[in-house]
């Protein structure tokens, strides 16, 4: 339904529906002739060529700001956890990091109606991932209707860890990925492959990923939302033979989706810091109404700007027919001016999308909570796969576009020689599917998911190999010259997110990254009251702190925020207990008048050498997915702590712009770090 939505308001920018239309307009975008849409020229009767243009073009660019200015508008006002395309926050959350605010109803509403309003403004954007994000507010909605209507449910959900619910959303966020492209199967390897592999190595949560992406899948088909009979706008059958000579094109296709991947993210990156730290910092909304505009108002005189991005990627996925002639892009007599305005269409692609993939507002109230992020309005819906894609397809059709002349021209050079004297050899819909799948792979850097995706949309079996090559190719090139976009923002906005990959150090040891423990924020037990905790909570934003013996140091546990909060609070409305000592250990020995705090500590925390060599600490913090470590001597004595927001820091430190996006009041898990 979203689909149809996003497409229905794109389509209001050209034509006018009738009141009782039933039509979709995506079922016109198919090629269906359709009776209940009228252009706004028609509905207002100006018969005139130059009036009916003048009044088209300022309806489009007028309703397009409306669209983008409403999202913002309502980002800014109620949701502002609605940013972005979500999935590397999505990545964080299933690494261990807790924000529940991005998963609430409220962010579920706005993400929904301002996904559709972003995307159908016509700005460089898409709505794939953002579906992602959906999935999950979705899933967390459920689970919290279900715990208040069935009780025994609430008590199951509430006694579940919190990898128990890292589950729940990964499942969710496997069926977002279905729903978006169409691929059910794609959507299990995408949660293995992106969101996290180490999570994804249960069975049970494969299988559950396994039955939620079918089902979703299933509903897509069943409901139909766009009117013609498939899960996807641009689903293709590729069914003709390809030619051993194409593979060095595709091959070329697959270098250059990864350089252009490349050079995208790093355009995007230097752009969002420009963003940050220069004048647009303060000018949010005015921001996103005048890129609306300019996108608006460039995208007008261009025929394959004009129309909502996957609209151009459906016709450009298939092969030419003499009844289908999208804008003269398959007429040979007009090749060349073809091939200028997709080059043309390509390059603005890039430029735009570069700006408009991290625009974002404040939130209207001066108060903000603790994640004050720099809150993102119209890119909720900034989903890389429709908006980057648009340059390597326009590309794919200029290679494409080259061959079959020169096959025309020479046809029994011995290039061709596979090829027959007469008919067609080159199809160059398929130089569209491998220049979307190249340049996706470059700049996300997914590989066997998407490629599974890429064989579910076009159901080519025999296309796979070429399809791989692509991907392949792309990947290298694009892991060479740097991180890809959703380990780029990771990175910039310093979530606690490990990569899977492996870690080699360099002789290395913990003792060289730890905080020693003269840096730390430390509780000694039996000398700290209910109300100097409490100060001490107000003062900082640690999210822990290591628990000594006050006479001999030795390390006695670990206490978090969370569970002192819990403590301290029933007893600082009364001034008796509120002065009493905490004593984190309950002893025989123990002074009848301290209070019992031994439930508030971990008594048995990680705890490791200082000796230690990094790549095994590195390991350790991904593989048991761990919030930190304390590094102890002989005797329990604390050595240092190291967190797991230690640890990405480090990972990132060769990166210029880790962190660069991290507000201060983002550091608050620094879990006892000056």
Not at 163 to 186: C, Y
Not at 320 to 331: A, I, M, Q, R, V
Not at 370 to 398: D, G
Not at 556 to 565: M, P, T
């Amino acid at each position: 339904m979203h689909a149809a939505m996003d497409s229905t308001v794109s389509a209001v920018k050209h034509v006018h529906g009738t009141t009782n239309s039933t039509e979709t307009y995506s079922y016109c975008l198919a090629g269906e002739v359709c009776y209940e849409w009228v252009t706004w020229g028609a509905y207002f009767g100006v018969t005139s060529i130059a009036g009916q243009s003048i009044l088209q073009s300022v309806v489009y660019i007028g309703l397009a700001v409306c669209f983008a200015g409403s999202a913002a508008f309502l980002v800014q006002s109620y949701a502002p956890y609605a940013f972005h395309t979500g999935i590397p926050e999505i990545k964080a959350i299933l690494g261990g990091l807790v924000l529940d605010e991005f998963l609430s109803a409220w962010t579920l509403l706005i993400k929904a109606l301002g996904l559709a309003l972003s995307v159908g403004s016509g700005l460089s954007l898409g709505k794939e991932g953002p579906l992602v994000h959906v999935s999950c507010c979705m899933a967390s909605l459920w689970s919290t209707i279900l715990s208040f209507t069935f009780p025994s449910f609430g008590t199951y959900f509430q006694n579940q860890s919190q990898s128990q619910r890292r589950k729940l959303l990964a499942a969710a966020a496997t069926a977002g990925v279905a729903v978006a492209f169409g691929s059910p199967l794609g959507g299990v390897l995408f949660g293995l492959e992106e969101l996290d592999s180490a999570l994804f190595s249960n069975q049970q949560l494969m299988w559950r990923a396994f039955v939620t992406s079918v089902v979703a899948a299933t509903t897509l088909a069943y409901i139909d939302p766009f009117g013609i009979g498939k899960l996807v706008l641009f689903q293709v059958t590729a069914s003709q033979q390809w030619r051993q000579f194409e593979l060095v094109p595709w091959l070329g296709l697959g270098v250059l989706g990864g350089v252009l991947g490349a050079l995208l993210i790093k355009l995007n990156a230097r752009v969002a810091l420009y963003r940050n730290n220069g004048p647009l910092r303060n000018m949010k909304v005015f921001e996103v109404l005048i890129v609306t505009a300019i996108t608006a108002v460039i995208s007008w005189p261009i025929v394959f700007m004009r129309d909502q991005t996957s609209t151009l990627v459906a016709n450009l996925f298939q092969e030419c027919e003499p009844s289908k002639d999208y804008h003269g892009l398959c007429n040979q007599s007009f090749m060349w001016q073809n091939m200028f305005l997709l080059l043309l269409t390509a390059g603005l692609k890039i430029l735009l999308t570069a700006w408009t993939f991290g625009m974002h507002v404040r939130r209207i109230q001066p108060s903000q909570s603790k994640y004050n992020l720099l809150m993102m309005a119209t890119s909720e819906a900034s989903r890389r796969y429709i908006l980057a894609n648009n340059c390597n397809w326009s590309i794919s059709w200029e290679v494409a576009g080259n061959l079959p002349e020169w096959h025309k021209a020479s046809p029994r050079s011995w290039i061709f020689s596979s090829c027959p004297p007469e008919g067609t050899c080159i199809y160059p819909g398929f130089y569209a599917v491998i220049g979307a799948a190249a340049l996706l792979g470059g700049v996300t850097r997914m590989t066997v998911s998407l490629v599974v995706i890429l064989f579910e949309l076009t159901g080519a079996l025999s296309h796979v190999l070429p399809i791989m090559l692509a991907v392949m190719s792309s990947k290298f090139v694009g892991d060479y010259l740097g991180k890809g976009v959703y380990d780029t923002w990771i990175a910039m906005h310093g979530y606690p997110y490990l990569p899977p990959s492996d870690f080699r150090d360099r002789g290395e040891t913990a003792a060289s990254v730890m905080t020693s423990t003269d840096k730390l924020v430390v509780l000694y037990n039996d000398q700290s009251t209910p109300s100097e905790l409490d100060a001490l909570l107000n003062d900082c934003t640690y999210s822990g702190f290591p628990v000594l013996e006050g006479s001999s140091g030795r390390l006695l546990g670990y206490a978090s925020r969370y569970k002192l909060r819990q403590a301290i609070d029933p007893l600082l409305s009364s001034p008796s207990e509120s002065g009493r000592l905490c004593n984190f250990v309950r002893t025989s020995s123990v002074l009848s008048d301290s209070l019992d705090f031994s439930a508030v500590i971990d008594k048995a925390p990680m705890q490791m050498r200082k000796e230690m060599p990094l790549h095994v600490v590195v390991t350790t913090f991904q593989r048991l997915n761990l919030r930190y470590i304390l590094f102890t001597s002989n005797g329990g004595f604390l050595n240092g702590l190291l967190t797991k927001r230690d640890i990405a820091r480090f990972l990132n430190e060769g990166f210029e712009q880790a962190n660069a996006l991290s507000e201060p009041s983002e550091n608050h898990a620094d879990w006892g770090r000056f």
